[in-house]
């Protein structure tokens, strides 16, 4: 249900059509801290990529959520990169402009 809802708020974001219907899975979290999290990542995708498409699965105890784009990708050489903090790939949002 978090995850639909979050969908219905973007356009351009639409759930896989094999994807398990997500009513009934029970994810144990911080609500706030995963609506915000799933949240930035489907408004990264739909921002930087036009699309937003998303997938929910269950294997045994493990739901598997997916966050597909259609842009370009963050390049091989900076992947390492991307996941310190407060790193922008974007060059146009910086400091300096």
Known sequence: S???SIADMF???SFDEDA???RGLICIARP???RRCITNLVQNAVTYGKK???GVR???DTITLTIRDE???IPQAKLDQVFASFVRLEQSRNRET
């Open 2 to 4: 978090l995850v639909e």
């Open 11 to 13: 356009e351009d974001a």
């Open 20 to 22: 398990t219907p997500t």
């Open 32 to 34: 706030v801290a995963l």
């Open 52 to 54: 937003a498409h998303i």
């Open 58 to 60: 269950r294997s045994g």
């Open 71 to 73: 842009g370009p990708g």
